[in-house]
């Protein structure tokens, strides 16, 4: 079948998404329409089983095509959709049916109070930026990449600032959607110039484009590169809370609803993470670092730089928060840091067994802290407030929920036993063992720096338990959590424990995954790999001097390096 | 069904572990019934591990699990099923069963008594599962796991200061060995072919080849010296005798039948390993001798009951670290299977032993001291029979299970001094000196047992008294008041003499049964380094055999004529040797000794280091907490202060440094 035509029958594969979409709009319309009258509580309640049935068709959809066998025949050829803008595989499965779970879970903790009256509209943005983040990990070329992000991000921006008698909610939403604003317009200028230097859009193609010239020098002399990269790594450095672009983080997620944040600091960076570790890998890999020389000229050195600012300085700051929200934020901008030293170690061993470890951190710190934020939604649903010191004397009062605090607070500090750990020791033993001796020293430093960090993460974290197990309760207690808050807390925790004592199937599974779709893929078309979807065709006689429409196959700006022939390592 | 639980071994664990989850659980609601989900399990296990003896055929291994699996180091959950384990494995369900059942009459009223059987239940899955895996990561993991048990039925009455302060000992002491059998595991992994821990690994002969001698050397010993604490050897069987702090069915179960061979079982699995270093063999037999004589003599001037079954014990380990040492050259397999025999009826008989002292403390009321009662074999007839059978087992004496193994051991120490002359040097005369103080150590533990026998039940009738500080009428069963007193001394209940019986009963026979007819050599045959080679020939050392009942039966004698009638000759005796009398009472000051030189040297070490701690690190820690919150307080908050602008600004002037970083890094 030939790629560029896309057929009625290959939207299977987009069935998550195209039901995420349209089940947003019919919440809507239920919404305005038949439940007009109600109350803004039985609302909240009614659209958010409602969303989560559509997140669980979604779920169903994944692997529909797989029961009803009607997907491997129609998709032989990669599973490429759209002229292989967007590509789908094991990777993409897995991970969209991972962010469905989260979404389903922080749609649940959305139900827990009565947060706005806008309920239709709120449960659609998630939904839709839910579409975005599946279609970001699934994009392989730039603008479809911008386009994804951009859909994510702004619908994040809304639901940040949906509590509107919450003054701190419409703050922190405007602050996310001003700094977001101007980190995107330099991303987008620093897509352009990749553009420009490369002739292509897609990340396979740039990496062929810059692999002859600059594999051997990385980035010496080229500003024009170093720019672009530098700007790629602010909007993604935006998206991931890296420092220093991670400002917006604290405010913003002190001002979302707990949900929101929940969602902020799991599914929109677990999905921006992944998208970073495509393009650092596929398409600025020939940048990534000189021969002779990790520290010469080459991304390597700015990202582990960038890597040790976000760990170090998101850990000292959060010790300093007394308000749970808020350190959550700055832990969340300090796991970002430790994963970047996972995605460097993929980069610099160009080895896939290292690409895993990251996916794995990436599923146990989400779910970690989908527990985290929905202890922060009790306590903000009963009292109100979010000071860790409202949280005295409540393991005692509940134990149970007591325990599986300890457990993800534990985890989330690495103890070994938990998923924390496992995520950890793998992600850090991988970033050991890659690369020859000159980029060993960079990743001891790094790893070293790591587990020093590490350390200090306990403080802040055991202040949580400090305050549940071994201060008196102060005031009122808290009211019994709702069941949702109950099985988020108990079902993260879970995922901690579990994977803590018997990790083997996680990991296999990401590695798995990592092997599907982080690399280029060996046995993709030649025709894919050099040819620009999107060009620039000038327009005689137009005010706007250019615009975009969409290319046909054959003949690119450049003569189109062949790519070499791999065996599918992927073979069935 | 017997291939599927031979591929499904893991069920023998998990029963226990389930029973003992259970009576964790369900404590509060079983209350009394608290023992019957335990001794189900653990019942159940013994059955399927029955299967397992008479159905594996050979050495399977069933389909491993993947537990850890990360770069350089590959931990699957794998059990192997062979001669060796299917052995061990009934052989400690079996006493399990029996000594569960004992308890449940023993620890009757106690109020920790759910708690007593869930530890229990843990410690048989443990135990199990040590002697099923297949790989020395898992046993370490296990080995672990009965350690903790071990501590936590040690101090099971922890509110008894005695108590609590035996299992901390037990606990630092195995802390001591496992620090060797942990360093041994590194060295292992950094030598072997794939960093690949499994036994069939590291034990096949492409792996051994390629071994430097040293290493080999080196882990032998470092396995030895796991062994020496949980098995209790010189120098560190101290924690052993303390041990007998805890309820006595965990002394029969854990400190003397099963838990106690682990370290045996451990040295035993790696024949293949330490065969190929004489050095190491050598240094077993002579450790396993020196305790068992300093054991034996210790044993001799106790008079808690439970105390000199303790020394016992230890003493008979040593006798299985001799046989475990002897195996020269082609002789290894015969000798390795003499001690694992001798493991093997230990257990039974020991067991039994513990459980009839258990039971006379229990009718005695928790008293112990032998000098405080006599002339009981009036009063509890099946403990005195089922004692004395298990007595004989103990000293050797044919046809009860103790002589078959205990001659395996001796005859192969003879054989060693001959075969070891081929390494010349001193071994011959080494192994010619273990032989003889083994025999001797023979007839030192036919006396010591004979006095402990004749002093309880035989002579003028004597009970403790009401008012005795130790005794506690209440806990004496329920009398009857039927003789002069009428809180002491009563037959213990059916519950508790039933397991007595079937015990003895194995005393008895389990020897000739198994020994005699070769059916245990011929079951371990197929685990590794234990197939007696083609050109070995061993025919019944008659001259051993004759020699050592000949010293046991006068010893036996002897105790009779000294104990049996409370004369007064051991006193005239004690009284002319008063300094060895002495020593050995106070077991020969080794705890004094340990004392001085390494617990008083420890706590000044620790002292200093509080010091250091409470004055250095403590401020440093202080100013490691005060420190962030005035770097964040002075140098992060102004960056931090929620003005949008300023934080784009920020961001702009990060990407300008981060781009003169670069461009410096480009210029040099």
Not at chain 2, 390 to 419: Q, R, V
Not at chain 2, 475 to 493: I, L
Not at chain 2, 545 to 573: C, D, E, K, W
Not at chain 2, 629 to 649: H, M
Request: aromatic letters at 12%; charged letters at 10%.
């Amino acid at each position: 079948m030939p790629v560029n035509a896309p057929v009625l029958f290959d939207f299977i594969h987009l069935a998550p998404e195209i039901i995420l979409s349209l089940w947003g709009l019919f919440v809507v319309m239920i919404d305005v329409a038949l439940l007009r009258r109600r109350s803004s509580a039985t609302r909240g309640r009614i659209l958010g089983v409602m969303s989560i049935i559509g997140a669980l068709a979604a779920l169903a959809s994944i692997y529909l095509p797989d029961m009803m066998d009607l997907g491997h025949a129609a998709s032989n050829v990669e599973e490429s959709l759209f002229q292989g803008t967007i590509l789908g595989g094991l990777l993409v499965e897995r991970l969209t049916a991972l962010l469905l779970i989260l979404l389903i879970f922080v749609i649940a903790l959305s139900t827990t109070w009565d947060l706005t009256e806008h309920w239709g509209e709120y449960y659609a943005l998630l939904l839709w930026a839910t579409v975005g983040m599946i279609l970001l990990i699934a994009s392989e070329e730039l603008l479809t990449l911008f386009l994804t992000l951009e859909m994510m991000t702004i619908c994040l921006y809304i639901v940040t600032a949906f509590e509107k008698d919450q003054r701190r909610s419409a703050e922190g939403g405007l602050k996310y959607f001003v700094y977001g604003s101007v980190s995107s317009a330099l991303f987008l200028f620093g897509l352009s110039l990749l553009y420009g230097l490369t002739g292509t859009t897609r990340l396979a193609a740039i990496g062929l484009a810059l692999a002859p010239a600059h594999t051997s020098i990385g980035l010496v002399g080229n500003v024009a590169g170093a720019m672009a990269v530098l700007l790629v790594l602010v909007g993604f450095g935006f998206k991931i809370s890296a420092v220093p672009f991670h400002q917006w983080a604290p405010d913003a997620y002190e001002g979302a609803p707990a949900p929101v944040s929940a969602w902020l600091a799991t599914g929109s960076k677990l999905a921006s993470i992944v998208a970073l570790m495509k393009v650092l890998v596929q398409a600025l890999g020939p940048w990534a670092h000189g021969v002779n020389d990790i520290s010469s000229p080459g991304w390597v050195g700015i990202v582990a730089v960038i890597s040790a600012l976000t760990m170090t300085y998101g850990n000292f700051a959060a010790l300093a928060q007394k308000n749970l929200k808020r350190m959550l934020a700055y832990s969340s901008i300090a796991h970002a840091g430790y994963m970047l030293v996972g995605v460097l170690a993929v980069v610099v061993g160009a080895g896939k067994s290292a690409a895993g470890p990251v996916l794995f951190y990436l599923v146990v710190y989400s779910a970690a802290n989908i527990g985290a934020f929905s202890i922060a939604a009790w306590l903000y649903r009963d009292k109100g407030t979010d000071q860790i010191e409202d949280l005295n004397g409540l393991g005692l009062k509940y134990p149970i929920l007591g325990m599986c605090v300890l457990l993800l607070m534990l985890s989330l500090i690495g103890l070994p036993g938990l998923a924390g750990f496992w995520g950890k020791f793998f992600m850090f033993s991988e970033a050991l063992s890659q690369g020859d001796d000159r980029h060993k020293l960079t990743f001891l430093w790094l790893v070293g720096l790591g587990l020093m960090n590490s350390v200090i993460s306990a403080f802040y974290y055991v202040r949580v338990l400090r305050a549940m197990f071994l201060r008196p309760s102060t005031g009122r207690p808290l009211q019994a959590p709702t069941l949702t808050i109950r099985l988020a807390v108990i079902g993260s925790a879970a995922v901690a424990l579990i994977f803590g004592l018997y990790p083997q199937p996680l990991s296999t599974e990401t590695d798995a995954m990592a092997e599907s779709r982080i690399f280029i893929t060996p046995s993709r078309p030649a025709e894919l790999l050099s040819v620009s979807p999107v060009r620039v065709v000038p327009r005689p006689n137009a005010s706007d001097d250019t615009r975009l429409r969409a290319g046909p196959i054959g003949g690119g700006p450049s003569a189109p390096p062949e790519p070499t022939p791999v065996p599918d390592s992927r073979a069935k | 069904m017997t291939e599927f639980f031979v591929h499904n071994a893991w069920i023998v664990p998990v029963l226990p572990l389930l029973g003992g989850l259970i009576a964790a659980v369900g404590g509060r609601r079983l209350k009394a019934y608290s023992y019957l989900p335990v001794a189900v399990g653990i019942g159940l296990a013994f059955l399927v591990s029955l299967v397992l003896l008479t159905g594996s055929g050979g050495h399977t291994q069933p389909t491993a699990i993947e537990w850890i699996d990360v770069a350089g180091l590959n931990v699957p959950f794998q059990f192997r099923v062979d001669g060796l384990t299917t052995m061990m494995l009934a052989m400690v369900t079996f006493v399990a069963t029996l000594v569960t059942v004992f308890a449940s009459g023993y620890m009757a009223g106690d109020p920790g008594y759910p708690r007593f059987f869930a530890i229990v239940g843990l410690f048989v899955a443990s135990m199990t599962g040590l002697v099923l895996s297949s790989h020395f990561i898992l046993t370490y993991v296990f080995w672990e796991g009965v350690g903790v048990c071990s501590y936590l039925l040690i101090g099971f009455w922890h509110s008894k200061p005695s108590a609590a302060a035996a299992a901390k000992k037990a606990f630092l002491v195995n802390r001591i060995g496992d620090f060797g059998f942990a360093i041994a595991l590194f060295w292992l992994w950094s030598v072997c072919i794939g960093h690949d821990l499994s036994y069939d690994n590291v034990f096949s002969k492409a792996n051994l080849a390629g071994l430097q001698h040293h290493d080999i050397v080196g882990i032998s010993f470092l396995l030895f010296w796991a062994a020496t604490a949980k098995s209790a050897q010189f120098p560190l069987y101290v924690w052993l005798p303390d041990a007998m702090e805890g309820p006595t069915p965990v002394s029969a179960l854990i400190h003397a039948a099963t838990m106690v061979t682990a370290g045996v079982y451990l040295i035993a699995r790696s024949t293949p390993l330490i065969v190929l270093a004489p050095e190491v063999q050598a240094s077993v037999a002579a450790v396993g001798c020196f305790t068992a004589l300093l054991a034996a003599l210790i044993a001799l001037t106790q008079n808690d009951l439970k105390r000199v079954m303790a020394y016992s014990t230890v003493s008979q380990l040593g006798f299985m670290f001799m046989g475990l040492g002897a195996g020269v050259g082609n002789l290894a397999a015969f000798a390795v299977i003499g001690a694992m025999f001798h493991l093997f009826t230990h257990a039974f008989f020991k067991a039994l032993l513990f459980l009839a002292s258990g039971s006379v403390m229990h009718s005695m009321g928790g008293v112990i001291d032998m000098r405080r009662f006599g002339g009981l074999r009036k009063r509890m007839p099946i403990t005195c029979i089922t004692f004395a059978l298990g007595s004989l087992a103990l000293m050797g004496i044919p046809p009860f299970a103790g002589f078959w193994s205990k001659d395996e051991i001796l005859s192969s120490l003879h054989l060693a001094s001959f075969k070891s002359e081929a390494l010349g040097g001193i071994y011959p005369t080494l192994y010619l000196v273990i032989y003889w103080t083994a025999i001797a150590t023979a007839a030192l533990t036919a006396f010591y047992t004979g006095r402990a026998f004749f002093m309880t039940f035989f002579g003028p009738e004597r009970l403790p008294k009401p008012d005795d500080p130790e005794a506690d009428p209440a806990d004496a069963g329920h009398g009857h008041g039927d003789g002069p007193d009428p809180h002491f001394g009563h037959e213990v209940a059916p519950v508790m003499w039933v397991p007595l019986a079937i015990l003895a009963f194995c005393a008895v026979v389990v020897g000739a049964l198994f020994g005699l007819t070769g059916w245990f050599a011929h079951h371990l045959e197929h685990s590794p380094g234990l197939a007696e080679p083609e050109d070995f020939h061993h025919a019944f050392d008659w001259f051993t055999a004759t020699v050592s009942t000949t010293g046991a039966l006068l010893a036996l004698g002897l105790s009779y004529l000294f104990y049996a009638q409370r004369g007064p000759i051991p006193a005239r005796i004690a009284g002319q040797i008063r300094p060895l009398y002495l020593a050995s009472l106070h077991k020969f000051y080794v705890d004094e000794i340990y004392n001085w030189i390494v617990v008083l040297p420890t706590k000044v070490l620790a002292g200093a280091a509080e010091f250091f701690d409470i004055v250095v690190v403590e401020n440093l820690v202080r100013l490691a907490g005060w420190l962030p919150r005035v770097f964040g307080k002075s140098l992060l908050a102004p960056f931090q202060n929620g003005l949008i602008q300023y934080y784009a600004a920020v961001t702009a002037l990060s990407v300008a440094g981060l781009l003169f970083v670069f461009l410096w890094l480009s210029v040099n």
